[in-house]
């Protein structure tokens, strides 16, 4: 069974940091694409960070560029989320997820199909 925790959220001011941890289960962190999008209320899902361990290749939204930083940890099948500069914009439930079904055929970060529980993230101007 597929399973993503993530976790790590909280409140900050403007400017501050949060690292965003997921631990996984059910598949591995190598052999497929993982990743993070968040949702704000009242917006659309955006993907906002992916990492394809297997090709070496990182995929970052325009709207975090810059400010967040991803990496993996394959042998635990852990991923973490380094958010640097956070404006209040950044406020919004975090997921990990991953391309598992069709990996990579949208392209990096193009098709997340499993997540699991979000952790909030709120920055205060």
């Known amino acids: 069974e597929v399973q993503l925790q993530a976790s790590g959220g909280g409140s900050v001011p403007a400017g501050g940091s949060l690292t965003l941890s997921c631990q996984g289960s059910g598949f591995s962190f190598y052999e497929y694409p993982v990743g993070w999008f968040r949702q704000a209320p009242g917006k659309e899902r955006e993907a906002i960070s992916c990492i394809d361990s297997q090709n070496d290749e990182t995929f970052y939204a325009d709207s975090v560029k810059g400010r967040f930083t991803i990496s993996v940890d394959n042998a635990k099948d852990r991923l973490y989320l380094q958010m640097d500069g956070l404006r209040p914009e950044d406020t919004a439930v975090y997921y990990c997820?991953?391309?598992?079904?069709?990996?990579?055929?949208?392209?990096?970060?193009?098709?997340?199909?499993?997540w699991g529980k979000g952790t909030q993230v709120t920055v205060s101007s």
């Open positions: 997820a991953a391309d598992l079904l069709t990996p990579l055929a949208r392209g990096l970060c193009g098709d997340l199909d499993h």
